[in-house]
């Protein structure tokens, strides 16, 4: 009982020094969870441009090795899930399936006016949005593989954009494309 009354009771509370030291600690560790949460969503959107530039690709081969019948990509949001689908011909199946991502990475299409210089920037172009109700097809051309034209020009650029952004240039004379961040 003699030993319990000798100790004296620290009220004190905490020193500056204290403080600042525990407040440095709680920074480091929340940039570090901002770093790799950032991390995760800078890689979903990578892979969605990668997983959607090889199915250009592949539509632009299927466009090259199906002569004679219409090869065309859709891409759309089914579900929560962004999707790209290959038709061939006047098939109600796609040929090829790939799920890009989720519809958290939001999807530009940009239409270049015909005549125009995609070089002029925002002037020449529109935007279409890939939404549950608003998706976008591109037609291939059977002896080039290129991107065909549309009623209301070509499409020239994706922009893929999460935490990130990504941008891929269609080249409509061969259907190739080119990435650029």
């Known amino acids: 009982m003699k030993d319990l009354r000798r ?4 009220n004190e509370g905490i020193t500056l020094v204290e403080l600042i030291v525990v407040i440095l600690i709680m920074s480091i560790v929340s940039a570090g969870a901002v770093i790799g949460i950032s991390t995760v969503y800078n890689a979903r959107v990578d892979n969605a441009a990668k997983r959607l530039e090889t199915m250009i690709l592949y539509a ?21 899930d962004l999707v790209a689908k290959v038709y061939v011909g006047d098939a109600a199946e796609p040929v090829e399936t790939e799920k890009l991502g989720s519809d958290a990475i939001l999807v530009d299409f940009y239409l270049t006016a015909d005549g125009r210089d995609p070089s002029e920037g925002a002037a020449a172009k529109t935007s279409v949005h890939v939404t549950e109700v608003n998706d976008v097809t591109l037609r291939f051309d059977q002896s080039s593989g290129g991107i065909k034209a549309e009623a209301t020009g070509t499409y020239t650029d994706v922009n893929l954009r999460g935490s990130e952004s990504i941008n891929l240039i269609l080249i409509p004379e061969n259907g190739r494309v080119v990435r650029s961040e």
């Open 60 to 80: 632009r081969e299927t466009a090259m090795a199906n002569a004679g019948r219409e090869t065309k990509l859709t891409v759309s949001v089914e579900s929560g």
């Open 7 to 10: 100790i004296k009771p620290n």
